[in-house]
């Protein structure tokens, strides 16, 4: 492919569409063309998405690495898709930080392939965390939520 036959316009929408939707990852594919835009998002572990507020800056030694993955309150994605927080758009979230669950509680639903997946707690607790965004893409094995 030449540097010619790329549109640059469509390249620069999706990039914009890459950013406005907070994806990591967009694809367009015609046929005869595709395209993949793919960037990695970096949040210091345990740092809150509050929007509109910059954290202190800090180096990097001093960013504490806490793995939440291995973390047997953490609650994971079973599959691929997108996670969302609540029932359906505008509705209240299924869980917040501070909620007490039970065992069997819908925390998120996933969905693939035009498919709602409930994700159930898999223990009793108190939620203390949520790290995804409502309506995020996610990876089989993700970190959703904490419940200790």
Do not use: W
């Amino acid at each position: 492919m030449t540097k010619s036959s790329i549109n640059s316009n469509m390249v620069r929408e999706l990039a914009r569409l890459l950013d406005e939707e907070n994806l990591s990852e967009i694809e367009y594919d015609t046929g005869t063309l595709r395209v993949r835009l793919a960037r990695t998002i970096a949040f210091p572990q345990g740092a809150g998405m509050v929007t509109g507020m910059r954290a202190p800056a800090v180096s990097a030694a001093e960013v504490p690495i806490v793995d939440f993955a291995s973390n047997p309150g953490t609650i994971k994605a079973p599959m691929v898709g997108l996670a969302y927080l609540g029932p359906e758009p505008g509705a209240a979230p299924f869980v917040k930080i501070g909620d007490v669950v039970t065992i069997g509680d819908t925390l998120v639903l996933i969905e693939a392939m035009k498919t709602f997946n409930p994700v159930r707690a898999s223990h009793a607790g108190r939620v203390t965390r949520i790290f995804i965004n409502d309506g995020a893409p996610v990876e089989f094995g993700e970190p959703l939520l904490l419940v200790e």
